[in-house]
């Protein structure tokens, strides 16, 4: 497949504004959905990543792509890779959202790349957004995108596996339950269409999994959410990257451990005990966020 990457590039610095509210019924409908695998926050507080269901992109069901996605070409380059998947980023937070809060997300289109994968061509596109209160900036985050070719017959479109965790010990280990239930709910919260996290046939027919796929933002929601714990609510600098895709309906662990210099690794762990997630916290004194 021909990929224009100089016509690509060009969408480098544009921006879009989106706002939405920190209602408490969000508030109450994300907390459900974690439960007790969430950092302890003060009343009013919203939880940690909440930030990741407001003002989600809304397309008419018209213009969606076969996969569920909204169609690329207005804000998001027009990148001819059919699958869209959600490869890490980095958030920092700044100050706590809190319930009714009229949040302002500014995005900014950044890094644009391509390269020859393994697995065939990959462009990558690098996604800036500051999330704004009356008060200020409360969160800046760098989402990282990843668009591949479609999954050819026979193959596996997870990539090479995540590397095993060997039993490394953690300071802090949640056992959570990926369940279809979970990743609906997300979904909802989070206004995402994409396929392979409710269609079956699809995610298992057309884009090759195992089964559906749970979300790249479940999985770094419960990092931050852990390394938080594990830190008594520290602000998080948090760098992740997804390692391979994780297949619900299985129990699967979430972990975090201290490290000597301070900083503290998370990571989630499939029933086979490899890693699906790992990030990095690192203190504000350790950090150039």
Request: charged share 20%.
């Amino acid at each position: 497949m021909s990929i224009d990457i100089a016509r690509l590039k060009s969408w480098t610095g544009k921006t879009e504004e989106a706002e939405d509210v920190v209602t408490p019924r969000l508030v109450q409908s994300f907390t459900a959905s974690f439960g007790r695998h969430l950092a302890p926050h003060a009343p009013g507080e919203a939880p940690l990543a909440l930030h990741w269901c407001l003002a989600p992109p809304i397309s008419d069901i018209g213009v969606c792509g076969p996969d569920g996605h909204a169609a690329k070409g207005a804000f998001l380059p027009p990148v001819p890779l059919p699958r869209r998947m959600w490869a890490g980023g980095r958030i920092e937070t700044l100050a706590p959202l809190r319930e009714g809060d009229r949040v302002t997300r500014q995005s900014r289109i950044g890094d644009i790349a391509y390269k020859e994968g393994r697995s065939g061509p990959l462009c990558f596109v690098a996604v800036h957004h500051d999330y704004v209160t009356e008060r200020g900036v409360a969160l800046r985050e760098r989402h990282d995108i990843v668009y591949r070719e479609a999954a050819q017959p026979g193959t596996s479109p997870a990539g090479a596996p995540g590397p095993a965790a060997d039993g490394e010990p953690a300071d802090l280990v949640w056992e959570v339950e990926g369940s279809p239930l979970l990743l609906f709910r997300y979904s909802a919260l989070t206004f995402n269409g994409h396929r392979i996290h409710y269609d079956v046939p699809y995610a298992t027919g057309t884009e090759g999994y195992a089964g559906l796929v749970v979300h790249g933002p479940i999985q770094a929601t419960l990092i931050a959410n852990i390394i938080a714990t594990v830190t008594d609510g520290a602000p998080i600098r948090l760098d992740y990257r997804g390692v391979s895709p994780l297949i619900a309906g299985d129990i699967f662990r979430v972990k975090a451990k201290r490290l000597a210099d301070g900083s503290v690794r998370g990571w989630t762990e499939g029933v086979d005990g490899r890693v699906r997630m790992e990030g990095i916290h690192r203190p504000a004194d350790l950090s150039s966020c």
